[in-house]
């Protein structure tokens, strides 16, 4: 999997508050058991009228070929609703690897971080003075250090610290999933168990 440091990138503004898990991804298509492919449905009902790709709706974000990026950023409470970690799976198909808002569903939150997406919890001014940036400039770009856990907004160098886990953090950083993360301590884990061995 992909290791994650830092990342600098323009940025997708949603600027919608309580998007739950099934505007999302509508829960129609959580019928794979593979995490690819969900990318293309992703807000599927806000991207299409009727439900048709040929008729996508011409204000919707993910629609504006002024906005791409790898960083989404989303109004307040992103993620609420069911605990489908089909969620976390369309985000990063479709190619985010940051989602910024002021609050995160807690199990969104989770799912997005054990499927490698980080997601940046910052305060109601910072999530403003993005959008009022992305708004008056598609290129405004963001800078995430995952190592000294900051964002900086590049066109005002306007820093916010946000929270991560030290475990969560360290597989993030290794590009590790909970299985990864074990095989790399296997020496360790075999070490101990050597000790209580009889």
Sequence with gaps: MKTFKKITSTVVPLQEENVDTDQIIPARFLKATTREGFGKNLFRDWR???????KPKKDF?????????EILV?????GCGSSREHAAWALVDY???VVV???????????????????IKVSDDFLDE??????????????VDLDKQTI??????????FEIGAYKKECLMNGYDDIDYLLNQM??????EAQYKS
Excluded: M
């Excluded at 299409?48 to 040929?54: C, N, T, V």
């Design 130 to 143: 993005i959008f009022e940036w992305a708004q008056k400039d598609n290129h405004t770009q963001l800078h």
């Design 74 to 78: 989303a109004g307040k409470n992103f």
């Design 101 to 119: 808002s002021s609050f995160f569903a807690d199990i969104f939150k989770n799912n997005a971080l054990n499927n490698l997406l980080l997601p």
């Design 152 to 161: 900086t907004i590049l066109a005002t160098q306007r820093t916010e610290a």
């Design 61 to 69: 974000v993910l629609n504006n070929p002024k906005y791409t990026g």
């Design 95 to 97: 190619g985010f690897r």
């Design 187 to 192: 020496d360790q884990i075999e070490a101990f």
């Design 48 to 54: 299409y009228k009727d439900d048709d790709e040929q």
